[in-house]
């Protein structure tokens, strides 16, 4: 089973930023948190991955708190192509393993 | 990123028949892909893991001799539906690691089976 929590569904006008949250309130100290994204009938894209800092790449930022149980992504500007449902998973570092997806969040930006 | 391609993107074929999907890193080396699936409006189920030289392991509920996978090169996996039905319709999509293991898993575009 998935060790997340997330929203089933989230709406975000365009340009404006997304903030969609994830809770793993079990995460084990070598366990990082990735994000996701699935566009309708597309393979999973990668955003961003974070142990315990605050991360930022050009898609997205990731925020961890500090006992790491709980975690936000935010696209900033949000476009109608960031419509997509969001997987917020949690991994082990160095993990030669799988990942494994929850039901995510559908995040629909309007116009 | 690294880069993973699947073909075909899309096929339907007749009940009965046998379809192939490949999956091939492009600009990197994987000795382990994942072959997933996914029905509409759900999330992705593991099939199995693919490694390179060696058997692959399916998960529990997934028939090995109905889901033949070949991992015969670092740069190359494929998935057999043999014998395919209806209910063999899906979603079909490769993922794999690059030897450095930096974490990210990188997807396959996905390939779209429909059987008659």
């Known amino acids: 089973d998935a060790k997340t929590t997330q929203p089933t569904s989230m709406d975000c006008a365009e340009g404006r930023a997304a903030n969609l949250p994830c809770n793993h309130s079990?995460?084990?100290?070598?366990?990082?948190v990735y994000w996701y994204r699935q566009i309708h009938s597309q393979g999973p894209q990668y955003i961003i991955h974070?142990?315990?800092n605050n991360e930022t790449n050009e898609m997205a930022s990731l925020i961890i708190t500090e006992d790491r149980k709980s975690s936000t992504l935010i696209l900033p500007h949000a476009t109608l192509r960031d419509t997509a449902v969001y997987y917020c998973?949690?991994?082990?570092?160095?993990?030669?393993?799988?990942?494994?997806f929850g039901k995510g969040t559908k995040l629909s930006v309007k116009p | 990123g690294a880069v993973v391609s699947q073909h075909p993107s899309w096929v339907i074929c007749k009940s009965g028949t046998s379809v192939k999907i490949e999956c091939r890193s492009l600009?990197?080396?994987?000795?382990?892909m994942f072959w997933y699936r996914q029905f509409p409006k759900q999330s992705l189920m593991l099939m199995a893991t693919?490694?390179?030289?060696?058997?692959?392991?399916?998960e529990q509920g997934v028939e090995k001799d109905k889901f033949l996978i070949n991992h015969a090169s670092l740069t190359l996996s494929t998935l057999t539906v043999t014998s395919a039905h209806p209910e063999d319709s899906s979603f079909y999509i490769c993922?794999?690691?690059?030897?450095?293991?930096?974490?990210?898993?990188?997807f396959g575009e996905g390939s779209r089976l429909t059987v008659l």
């Open positions: 600009d990197f080396q994987a000795t382990t």
């Open positions: 993922s794999a690691r690059t030897l450095l293991n930096t974490g990210e898993l990188f």
């Open positions: 079990t995460i084990s100290g070598n366990e990082y």
């Open positions: 693919s490694n390179e030289g060696s058997k692959a392991t399916y």
């Open positions: 974070g142990l315990k």
């Open positions: 998973i949690v991994s082990p570092t160095g993990s030669q393993g799988n990942l494994i």
